[in-house]
């Protein structure tokens, strides 16, 4: 993409980067296709019945589009009928059953570079010609849209409420055309609909919206009897469907969907046991759950259940859920702590008086924690009205301190949780592996009784002893988290990772435990050998692990962290009055920013929310958003981004987009979601591990099984007691289990791709490149091409002086003197112009001694003013310049022009008075 400003930003989008399908490369038939004229009739012979399918298109620009799309189908066997609406975003096609689908018509389309998805299929073998409805076309200017991320927010939640038949938005044109069922809605209602989203909506037309082409409506509006008729005299055709049957295969229409945030996960195993638990739930569709993210997107349909129900039924399943987001909402959420509160009576006052005002959706206060949830529609109501008429009631309100977007990104908590469990596994660790290597490597006391040293009995001895103290604090301080956490994954009849390290320890612990009272018990001449070592060892590897692996967390979290901090804190309200003047100024948290309030940004500042600027002149970097290192110059009447910092100069600006509709948050968000996105080989690696637990015990009972038989069977113990051939046995066969039990762990097959994915889009988006989740990720290695539609060239992101010409000068400079002077001036410069005049001095003067700068002083959009003193000083340094001497009209190139660089051409408008030695 290419901004105005000439940065380069790349979108990564799978629909760009899959590989074409088997339908692009299936040869087009040999006959011409179909004229214009000649729709109606097909070449096609067909004995079945037909079927139509009704496809929505993006992505279509112009009539050309719509032409490609129709001769192109219309040319492949199977297909008796294309026909596509520009304006309505959507096509109708009629095939032959037997050779297609109404998915494959829709991949086919989507194979042409267009974004089609099937919304419903009619089947039966006539369908009549029939008119239009009277259809109404709404024509809005719509003020506020900042990017094209606004325009796809206005016609996605537009696009679906009932009666409404298609939403074009033009960004440049700041217009949207809505064409709708005037039974259904009226303009005005499409207007408030819009205006309620944030933006500044305003009715231009309202007209009968013209037939151009086929007839496309949504399925709840359509009749209930179809038939088909084709007419080879006309060329205008015009279709229309019935009802869809029950058997429709789409239905999207009343879906929609919400974020959780999970916590308690811990590989890839917790992932597929969610997702296959909520899957089969009634009224989902499908879920997708991010390990590193901690978040499940849920796509549902609200009549069957609900967003509460879900998070009961993630916490019911041993994990924490919240509710993060919900997209098809329009409305906004914030939370306040109340004082005052006595009684249930204070809580139901608070929550009539609240709802009651216009623009309020809900309103829900807890008495146990004192906080009121609160959603309202910004464009009518604002966090500061709500606090207002709490406190009107007589009781006191104040912001929430909750930033759950952060917490979410932060795993210190996990990381020093399972520092300590490896710090307390690590002190009786150590003494247990000392123990080892003196008792059992050296003096082998297991094999050698005489060299143990009895304690009560024979059948206790000092190392076992010493062994069984040491591991028991382990087993229970440091295994706590595995116990806990294995017995809600047991509850639900699923295993993970937790319960295969709970198997290897408590299967040795018990054991030694056991057979060290069989041997008490029945006096045994020796101490018997044990597997107290295996808890201690075991937990402390497993423990750092965690403890590394929550690191890693942290860390693929922190571009996304650095991202959100771009986000202002606070902002400066202002009042004003009829002639503009200050009359208030105070500084409010940046939740409590209203749309239409006036805000105050000095130098230096961050713009704290998407805004107008109404007055004041200076220039804003806005490089994290666009790209481009060049400040841009913001007067009144710019549109500033929130996030932007502001160089020189004070702005006034009006809020217009605030809180989740902000530009930056929009962006966070296309991050998390591109973040929770699955790339398909995650999708096979946690299909994996779903099976990996269950297969790896299997294969630790066969194992232990395995070396029985083998021990038995072996010459080894023949020579041994009873006893001590058990035993030896015994020990190698829990070895081999247990070392089976203890190496397999399906975390590495969950966290490499998501990882990986994190990484990839954090680091992208602070560098200005979106990328739309793993699956172009993946697919990336397999481009040979990319273009990019750029006019010019491809830019470094930096300007270079590149020329320079002499002119005429009353003053007579020399031209070594007037690059010092230039390079003097700008180096008190952060423009960045100014830097490239500086560096290209400093490198043509061959590194001077710059020249006195005072009164320095910068005018936004006209240059900077200074004093220069001490030229001549500076100038005797100068020996010798890296480049010709130029003379009057004579131009020097400093770089070839065939190199790919943005190449900047600046030729300053100096304006001196010399006075001594001083410019």
């Not at 590193?292 to 129900?309: F, M, T």
């Not at 591109?674 to 790339?679: C, E, P, R, V």
């Not at 038989?709 to 190698?732: A, D, L, N, Q």
Request: charge should be negative; proline fraction near 5%.
């Amino acid at each position: 993409m290419t901004n105005e400003y000439g940065a380069d930003r790349c979108l990564l989008d799978d629909s760009l980067l899959a590989p074409r399908s088997s339908a692009t490369t299936r040869k087009r038939d040999s006959s011409p296709s179909p004229s214009h004229s000649s729709i109606g009739k097909s070449s096609n012979e067909t004995k079945g019945p037909l079927q139509t399918a009704v496809i929505s298109i993006k992505g279509m620009t112009c009539h050309a589009c719509v032409n490609n799309i129709q001769d192109t189908m219309r040319s492949r066997p199977g297909i008796h009928l294309c026909k596509v609406s520009l304006d309505d975003a959507e096509g109708v096609v009629v095939f032959d059953p037997s050779l297609w689908t109404g998915m494959s018509v829709a991949e086919s389309i989507d194979d042409m570079g267009f974004e089609a998805k099937l919304k419903y299929t009619q089947e039966g073998d006539h369908i009549s010609i029939g008119t239009s409805p009277t259809r109404r076309k709404a024509s809005i200017s719509i003020k506020g849209m900042v990017c094209h991320a606004c325009v796809n927010n206005i016609q996605d939640t537009v696009s679906k409420r009932d009666g409404i038949f298609s939403v074009v938005v033009s960004l440049e044109e700041e217009k949207g055309d809505v064409v709708f069922d005037p039974s259904i809605l009226t303009a005005e209602q499409v207007v408030e609909a819009v205006d309620d989203m944030g933006f500044e909506a305003k009715l231009l037309s309202c007209e009968v919206a013209k037939n151009g082409g086929a007839i496309l409506k949504s399925p709840k509006s359509q009749p209930k009897e179809s038939s088909a008729r084709f007419s080879s005299k006309t060329e205008m055709v015009e279709v229309s469907m019935g009802e869809p049957s029950e058997n429709v295969e789409f239905g999207n229409e009343n879906l929609e969907k919400c974020t959780l945030a999970v916590e308690g996960m811990t590989c890839a195993s917790c992932v597929q046991y969610i997702e296959r638990n909520i899957a089969k739930l009634r009224g989902v569709q499908s879920v997708v759950v991010a390990l590193i993210a901690g978040k499940a997107e849920i796509n549902y349909n609200p009549s069957l259940i609900s967003v509460e129900k879900l998070i009961a039924e993630m916490t019911a399943l041993g994990y924490r859920a919240s509710l993060i987001d919900s997209p098809f909402s329009a409305f906004n959420k914030i939370h306040l702590t109340i004082g005052g509160l006595n009684g249930e009576a204070d809580v139901n006052r608070i929550e009539s008086h609240v709802i009651s005002k216009t623009g309020v959706e809900g309103c829900n206060v807890s008495l146990a924690t004192s906080l009121a949830t609160v959603e309202f529609s910004p464009s009518v109501i604002g966090p500061r009205d709500l606090i207002s008429v709490i406190e009107s009631l007589g009781y006191t309100a104040e912001l929430a301190t909750r930033d759950d977007q952060m917490k979410r990104l932060d795993h210190s908590a996990e990381v020093r949780k399972w520092r300590t469990t490896f710090l307390v596994s690590l002190i009786f660790g150590v003494p247990v592996m000392l123990i080892m290597i003196v008792f059992h490597w050296i003096l082998h006391t297991p094999m050698h009784p005489e060299n143990q040293t009895p304690i009560i009995s024979p059948a206790l001895s000092l190392d076992n002893l010493l062994l069984l103290l040491l591991c028991t604090p382990v087993q229970v301080i440091g295994g706590r988290y595995f116990y806990v956490a294995s017995w809600k994954a047991l509850k639900h009849g699923t295993a993970n990772m937790d319960v295969l390290i709970v198997l290897a320890t408590t299967i040795a612990f018990t054991y030694s435990i056991l057979v060290l009272l069989i041997a008490l018990v029945l006096r045994w001449p020796s101490s018997p050998m044990t597997f107290f070592d295996v808890p201690p060892m075991l937990i402390v590897f497993i423990s750092l692990g965690r403890m590394l692996e929550h690191k890693a967390k942290g860390k693929t979290s922190e571009a996304l962290s650095r991202l959100m901090s771009l986000q202002a804190k606070e902002a400066t309200l202002i009042t004003m009055d009829n002639e503009g003047r200050v009359t208030s100024e105070r500084g409010i948290s940046i939740e409590l920013v209203q749309r239409n309030d006036l805000i105050k940004v000095i130098p230096g500042a961050k713009v704290p929310v998407d805004g107008i600027v109404v007055n004041g002149q200076s220039s804003a970097d806005e490089s994290f958003i666009t790209g481009e290192s060049m400040p841009v110059v913001k007067k009144p009447g710019s549109v500033v981004i929130g996030g932007s910092v502001n160089q020189k100069g004070v702005l006034i600006i009006q809020a217009t987009l605030v809180g989740q509709d902000s530009t930056l948050a929009q962006i966070v968000r296309l991050v998390e979601e591109a973040q929770t996105n699955k790339a398909p080989i995650q999708q096979m690696a946690d299909r994996i591990a779903g099976y990996f637990v269950p297969c790896v015990i299997f294969l630790a009972l066969l194992t232990l099984v395995a070396w029985i038989v083998i021990g038995y069977m072996s010459k080894k113990y023949e020579h041994m007691t009873p006893t001590g051939r058990f035993e030896g046995v015994m020990k190698v066969a829990f070895e081999a289990a247990i070392t089976v039990l203890a190496i397999a762990c399906p975390c590495s097959l969950g966290l490499a791709t998501p990882t990986a994915v994190m990484v990839g889009t954090g680091i992208g988006a602070t560098n200005g490149i979106l990328i739309k989740g793993g699956e172009p990720l993946e697919t990336v290695h397999k481009v040979t091409t990319v273009i990019f539609d750029k006019t010019g060239t491809i830019t470094e992101g930096r300007p270079r002086v590149i020329s320079v010409l002499t002119l005429r000068s009353p003053l007579d400079i020399p031209l070594k003197m007037l690059v010092l002077i230039c390079g003097s001036a700008e180096s008190q410069s952060e423009h960045p112009i100014g830097g490239a005049i500086t560096a290209f001095a400093k490198q043509w003067l061959r590194d001077p001694t710059w020249a006195a700068v005072s009164r320095f002083h910068v005018s936004a959009g006209h240059g900077v003013s200074c004093q220069i003193t001490g030229v001549r000083k500076s100038l005797d340094s100068i020996t010798q310049v890296n480049g010709p001497v130029l003379s009057e009209g004579e131009e020097m190139v400093i770089s070839d022009s065939s190199v790919i660089h943005k190449q900047v051409s600046c030729m300053p408008t100096l304006k001196m008075k010399r006075e001594d030695d001083s410019y």
